[in-house]
């Protein structure tokens, strides 16, 4: 009988399947911190965006009171661009830009409080370019946010689409917008 107990216990101990138990029962709680830290963030960030979006309500609401001043500026896209600066008490709260290009125009909306938060921008593609003598028609538009905190992008939307860090087209957009941003600093 002993040596039956024994010998059970030694095919126990040899078994593949404990050992693959034994990691499994090390992993899962790292795999469950991954997601309750995944989990935590999307959380922030939601908590973020609904944060922005009414502080974007407020500003537009209020919008009308605001000092404005229309300027060009130049470098952000080759055919020009104009943006009129939203201030109150001094302070930049939006501003808002008109860009062209040879076979796009595309207008931007920029909100300030603390950091940059939200950006907003509408591209139109035309069927062919300006000054061909050919009347312009747009053929399609595309809506981004970008939702900012402290300076960093926490979503970036491209029309319902979201983008991770990862995505090429993420990394594209946001070297755009850094770039137009640089030259609008009021």
């Known amino acids: 009988m002993l040596s039956t107990v024994i010998s059970i216990r030694a095919v126990h101990q040899n078994n593949p399947m404990r050992k693959l138990y034994k990691n499994i029962s090390l992993l899962l709680p790292i795999g469950v911190l991954i997601f309750a830290s995944s989990a935590q963030i999307s959380a ?17 609401k209020n919008s009308a009171k605001y000092k404005k001043v229309t300027k060009d500026v130049d470098g952000i896209s080759l055919e020009g661009a104009s943006a009129t600066y939203y201030r109150s008490g001094g302070i930049v709260k939006k501003v808002a830009v008109k860009m062209f290009g040879e076979t796009y ?12 938060l939200v950006f907003f921008v509408k591209e139109n593609r035309y069927d062919t370019q300006i000054g061909l003598g050919k009347r312009v028609k747009v053929v399609s538009s595309e809506e ?28 594209e957009l946001k070297d755009g917008i850094s770039a137009i941003v640089e030259k609008l600093e009021p």
């Open 44 to 60: 922030q960030t939601a908590k973020d965006v609904a944060r922005i979006r009414g502080e974007v309500a407020t500003i537009n």
């Open 105 to 116: 125009n595309a207008t931007g909306e920029f909100y300030y409080t603390d950091s940059k």
């Open 144 to 171: 981004r946010r970008f939702y900012f905190v402290d300076g960093e992008i926490v979503r970036l939307l491209v029309k319902t689409k979201e983008l991770k860090p990862g995505d090429e087209r993420y990394a």
